[in-house]
């Protein structure tokens, strides 16, 4: 059993911060890719920003300059430091991760999502 448990959703005001956290725990072997993904109202799920086992990053245009992603490997755990957040970024946000089961099977999972209301 896997399981990503997510923290950090909430109100912010724009121009405002907040950082979400997705804790990775289980039958784990190894980690290749994880990443965070959002789905706003009436909208389908898009990535915001993924990291590989090697600290390479990518991002969502709408992001680039705001939203920064990284990990501590050691801790099975992900981070998503969001900075100037617009009424537009409003969403739940998914995080996910692909690797390798313990059992040596082919692993992905996602989180149960936590909201973030960017609103005054």
């Known amino acids: 059993q896997v399981q990503l448990v997510e923290s950090g959703g909430g109100l912010v005001q724009p121009g405002g911060s907040l950082r979400l956290s997705c804790a990775a725990s289980g039958s784990i072997f190894s980690i290749n890719a994880m990443g965070w993904y959002r789905q706003a109202p009436g909208k389908q799920r898009e990535l915001v920003a993924t990291i590989l086992s090697g600290a390479i990053t990518n991002y969502a245009d709408s992001v680039k300059g705001r939203f920064t992603i990284s990990r501590d490997n050691a801790k099975n755990t992900m981070y998503l430091q969001m900075n100037t957040l617009k009424p537009e970024d409003t969403a739940v946000y998914y995080c996910?991760?692909?690797?390798?089961?313990?059992?040596?099977?082919?692993?992905?999972?996602w989180g149960q999502g936590t909201l973030v209301n960017v609103s005054s």
């Open positions: 996910k991760i692909v690797g390798r089961h313990t059992t040596g099977g082919y692993l992905e999972v």
